[in-house]
């Protein structure tokens, strides 16, 4: 099928086929590209009624595209591929529908605190949409983050970027939490988790319960009052909760060699520790005054 560039020849609208190499709107099997080079920015609109098979954004495209009001929204619904693969620099508000696999490299910085460069949602109801990030840690990217915004993803894995997932991001059902893997950059998460398994990273969590957590040279930042069910904390790991006086509740800590957790206002409640492979000497444990140990929780 073709191969549709961005041109931006006669206005910023999607819709306008003059806009488009070819002169056609890209429609099913169609592959849009939005190029490096690019040099008008994109309105937001509704184009989910013409369903794509590739969105790619290009590396070093600095074009804006949508408004926080109306995001670009685009459906790979029924498509053989239906992936987006974005890039660029530009300030992005994509809402995409659909999509079997979304991969983000690269989104740039946001302007002011608390905004991001590149601002994603997604549904589906038949594909099992799977994120894979791997920006810069300077790239400011927001998954769902802002209010009334939903993300559905069966998987998301992070490798890179600094990242905010918003508390209304879910499994496709819309309920169920997901999974996430994050190998790198420093990831907020406000969304109740299945599974997170975090190395060599900084995550820091605000909301939501998980099921079970693994951290691994790599530092947790815990600021919710929900349930954590089970937390590893394995080699050079480091649960800190002083950045919220917040009542927080681990049922079951594990702790090996060099792990610490950092707790002197005592806001952890926690239900069994156990010491794996090491002992009292082989960690560190600041928790407050106070405490009560059974021996046979070890």
Same mark, same amino acid.
Request: hydrophobic share 35%.
């Given at each position: ?103 983000i490299t690269e989104a ?13 949602? !997604? ?13 810069? =840690?300077?790239? =400011? ?115 090996? !060699? ?24 082989d960690i560190t444990l =600041? ?12």
């Amino acid at each position: 099928m073709a191969v549709c560039i961005w041109l931006g020849t006669t206005d910023s609208s999607w819709s306008t086929a003059t806009n488009w190499s070819g002169g056609a709107v890209p429609g099913s099997g169609d592959t849009a590209v939005i190029p490096a080079n690019a040099t008008v920015d994109i309105d937001g609109s509704d184009e989910t009624s013409s369903p794509i098979d590739k969105l790619v954004i290009e590396k070093g495209c600095s074009i804006s595209i949508g408004s926080v009001d109306t995001p670009l929204k685009l459906s790979f619904s029924g498509e053989t591929n239906a992936e987006a693969h974005l890039a660029g620099t530009g300030v992005k508000y994509l809402d995409l529908t659909e999509a079997k696999a979304i991969y983000i490299t690269e989104a740039g910085g946001a302007s002011t605190i608390g905004a991001y460069a590149l601002n994603l949602t !997604a549904t589906s109801a038949t594909n099992s949409t799977k994120l894979y990030i791997d920006a810069d =840690d300077s790239d =400011d990217i927001g998954i769902a983050a802002n209010g009334g915004d939903v993300g559905e993803f069966d998987n998301i894995y992070i490798s890179g970027g600094n990242i905010t997932i918003g508390e209304s991001v879910s499994k496709i059902d819309g309920t169920s939490a997901p999974p996430i893997v994050i190998s790198g950059g420093t990831v907020e998460t406000k969304c109740k988790l299945d599974t997170a398994s975090v190395a060599n990273a900084t995550w820091t969590h605000s909301n939501g319960t998980v099921s079970s957590a693994s951290v691994i040279n790599g530092t947790l930042y815990l600021n919710t009052n929900d349930t954590i069910t089970t937390l590893h904390l394995g080699k050079n790991a480091k649960l800190d909760a002083t950045g919220s006086a917040v009542s927080k509740t681990i049922t079951t800590l594990e702790m090996t !060699a060099s792990s610490a957790v950092n707790d002197p206002q005592k806001t952890i409640s926690i239900g069994t520790l156990k010491l794996l492979n090491c002992g009292f000497r082989d960690i560190t444990l =600041d928790v407050g005054r106070n405490w009560s140990v059974s021996l046979t929780s070890l």
